[in-house]
């Protein structure tokens, strides 16, 4: 089941009572379930007690700016919790999966490479995010490394060391690494448009073969522009039409950013 409160203002977001509540397998950091409602909208809900009421609508934003380069399917939001909620959540459509089309990889790989070719703007984002359920700083960079090292890499390392999980001569490595990190690298590089953690459990083949991209707890470290993202499920996209998924505009050879 789902928390009263949820359920309440889930319904209040949607306008109908939610008549029905199944367990759905997922992430390891929220809650999943799919959601009946009265009117027979069936929705997927994740959410989170005691999390921050900040990370869903980031990963909602962060879904829209994956959509904004229309290569593959991601899910439609709903509707999210309000500012300073107990009980964050976030409401998608619910997708039945489905078996995967022959060239259902063949599909994948070259809608990853359009999406990568898909301008982001620059090295960062016009919003932080989340890595799991730590808060993530996406400031924009003039280069990649500069965007690496100073959003991605440094924080973490100050984070292990006040933590006391790295000590001296580990974290003198670590700051020569930094150091470095423009040399290391390689030539400089346009900014692509990545998912930012994009595994076998984030990918959904969708009913009717195709693949969609979802998202879960993390952004990766590697990538340039991180997006918003939370523990999901694979039972939960957004699918476009056959047509709209027709021609994909790069073939994966030649991605920036590599698929």
């Not at 964050?88 to 990889?105: A, V, Y």
Request: hydrophobic letters at 40%; glycine letters at 12%; aromatic letters at 6%.
């Amino acid at each position: 089941m789902i928390l009263r409160e949820v359920a309440a203002s889930v319904a209040e977001a949607c306008g109908s009572a939610v008549a029905g509540v199944a367990h759905v397998g997922g992430g390891d950091i929220n809650e999943a379930r799919e959601v009946r409602l009265e009117d027979g909208r069936r929705l997927f809900l994740k959410f989170h007690p005691g999390g921050d009421s900040a990370m869903f609508p980031a990963e909602a934003r962060g879904l829209g700016w994956l959509a904004e380069a229309g290569t593959l399917a991601v899910p439609e939001v709903v509707a999210t919790s309000l500012p300073d909620v107990e009980v964050p959540w976030l409401l998608m459509e619910f997708l039945e999966p489905g078996p995967r089309r022959k060239d259902f990889d063949e599909f994948l790989g070259r809608g990853l490479a359009a999406l990568h070719q898909a301008d982001p703007g620059g090295f960062g984002l016009d919003h932080d995010n989340f890595i799991g359920r730590l808060p993530q700083s996406n400031t924009p960079c003039d280069a990649w490394s500069t965007f690496y090292r100073a959003q991605r890499l440094a924080p973490q390392i100050e984070a292990a060391a006040t933590a006391g999980l790295i000590g001296g001569t580990l974290r003198a490595s670590l700051d020569r690494l930094l150091d470095r990190l423009d040399d290391l690298v390689g030539p400089a590089e346009p900014p692509a448009r990545l998912h930012g953690d994009l595994w076998g459990g984030n990918l959904h083949g969708t009913a009717d073969g195709y693949p969609a991209s979802i998202l879960t707890g993390a952004t990766a470290l590697l990538c340039v522009n991180c997006i918003p993202c939370s523990s999901t499920s694979t039972s939960s996209a957004r699918a476009t039409s056959p047509a709209s998924r027709a021609s994909p505009r790069a073939t994966p050879d030649s991605s920036p950013g590599g698929v």
